[in-house]
């Protein structure tokens, strides 16, 4: 079993832009949701697709299983997706010693950017970039789980500011 542990913020200016190596563009969608555990599919650039399963209800921790699955079994399960398909452009940006994945969303999050910080232990202090805003680690709203299953959401209590 993996663990997910991670840290999560909003982005206060395009700083990171200049940092970042890598992009791809992700589609995903919620096959169930609850409130501890949840399943996902994501499709990554058209090219390959993934099946998660995310089990907890820490802020920080979660177990965490990902199975590749084919394109076209990913698309079947998007077009029966819970709520609206996420659709956002992924940055890596390496960062003293950690990678940042910067999401910069688009379609129905337009102009939401989240950063997130994957660690090894909830003890890891990654150094926090000057471009991170407010940290919404914990915080159910900024989840992606959220973002495509209670997308009624007021696009003002989203913003990016610090």
């Given at each position: 079993?993996?663990?997910?542990?991670?840290?999560?913020?909003?982005?206060?200016?395009?700083?990171?832009?200049s940092?970042?190596?890598?992009?791809?563009?992700?589609?995903?969608?919620?096959?169930?949701?609850?409130?501890?555990?949840?399943?996902?599919?994501?499709?990554?650039?058209?090219?390959?697709?993934?099946?998660?399963?995310?089990?907890?209800?820490?802020?920080?921790?979660?177990?965490?299983?990902?199975?590749?699955?084919?394109?076209?079994?990913a698309?079947?399960?998007?077009?029966?997706?819970?709520?609206?398909?996420?659709?956002?452009?992924?940055?890596?940006?390496?960062?003293?010693?950690?990678?940042?994945?910067?999401?910069?969303?688009?379609?129905?999050?337009r102009?939401?950017v989240?950063?997130?910080?994957?660690?090894r232990?909830?003890?890891?202090?990654?150094?926090?970039?000057?471009?991170?805003?407010?940290?919404?680690?914990?915080?159910?709203?900024y989840?992606?789980?959220?973002?495509?299953?209670?997308f009624?959401?007021?696009?003002?209590?989203?913003?990016?500011?610090?």
């Open positions: 079993m993996a663990k997910e542990i991670e840290r999560k913020f909003l982005v206060r200016n395009d700083g990171w832009r940092a970042a190596e890598t992009k791809s563009v992700l589609k995903q969608g919620y096959i169930a949701s609850m409130d501890d555990r949840s399943v996902r599919v994501r499709v990554l650039d058209n090219t390959t697709a993934r099946l998660t399963i995310k089990i907890g209800r820490s802020t920080m921790t979660r177990e965490e299983f990902e199975y590749d699955i084919p394109v076209a079994d698309q079947q399960l998007l077009d029966d997706a819970i709520g609206i398909v996420i659709e956002k452009t992924r940055y890596r940006v390496p960062h003293e010693g950690f990678i940042w994945e910067v999401d910069v969303f688009a379609g129905q999050h102009g939401l989240i950063a997130e910080v994957e660690m232990s909830e003890s890891d202090k990654p150094a926090l970039p000057a471009w991170l805003g407010r940290e919404v680690t914990g915080d159910f709203r989840s992606n789980q959220a973002l495509a299953t209670e009624e959401h007021d696009r003002h209590a989203l913003s990016n500011t610090a």
